[in-house]
């Protein structure tokens, strides 16, 4: 990467992919921001280098800079029409984090109406509906992140809560055995 950002320093693409390595491989978003900021530079209509600035902003708590970026992610994806659900996810979780969950539905239903077989837009979609109060709606949606990823113990817990909550307590037993099995497998994920 080095080399190519040498050989060719007006490539967007070179400072985007050592800012995901920074980010994903590293977990140093300082570092990435910088390397997301050199792309939107090079290249300002790049929706995912916004989108992965505005996580980083998120990861720190800076929901301003973050909902900036998720903003213009959304901006350019609906230009381009590529269907990225994830500047809709990071403006559902933002919201989430002001405590506002009737604003995050919006975003969290229009990431799983892109995406439909995206685990991480159901459970955003789903985590709304309960805390919304919507709990048979939020099992719908818990059940189809299961159907997308069934490995994951976090949604078993979940579903659990939303049965037990809604008084189902055979299905809230299912879930509640399903989580532990997951997590005597593969632990806490």
Request: glycine residues 6%; hydrophobic residues 40%.
């Amino acid at each position: 990467m080095m080399e190519a950002q040498r050989l060719d320093n007006t490539d967007f693409a070179v400072y985007y992919y050592l800012g995901r390595h920074y980010q994903a491989d590293l977990g140093d978003c300082g570092r990435a921001s910088s390397y997301f900021r050199d792309a939107i530079q090079r290249n300002p209509a790049h929706a995912r280098s916004h989108y992965y600035l505005g996580a980083c902003f998120e990861s720190s708590r800076n929901l301003d800079l973050a909902t900036k970026h998720f903003e213009e992610a959304i901006r350019l994806s609906k230009q381009s029409g590529d269907g990225f659900s994830l500047p809709w996810q990071g403006m559902a979780r933002v919201r989430f984090l002001e405590q506002d969950y009737e604003g995050g539905l919006d975003f969290a239903q229009r990431a799983v109406q892109l995406e439909p077989a995206s685990p991480a837009a159901r459970k955003l979609l789903a985590r709304a509906l309960q805390a919304l109060g919507k709990t048979d709606e939020a099992v719908k949606e818990w059940e189809a992140a299961v159907q997308a990823d069934g490995s994951d113990s976090a949604v078993f817990y979940q579903l659990y809560r939303a049965h037990s909550a809604a008084g189902r307590m055979h299905e809230a037993a299912d879930a509640l055995s399903r989580y532990k099995a997951i997590l005597d497998v593969y632990g806490a994920n």
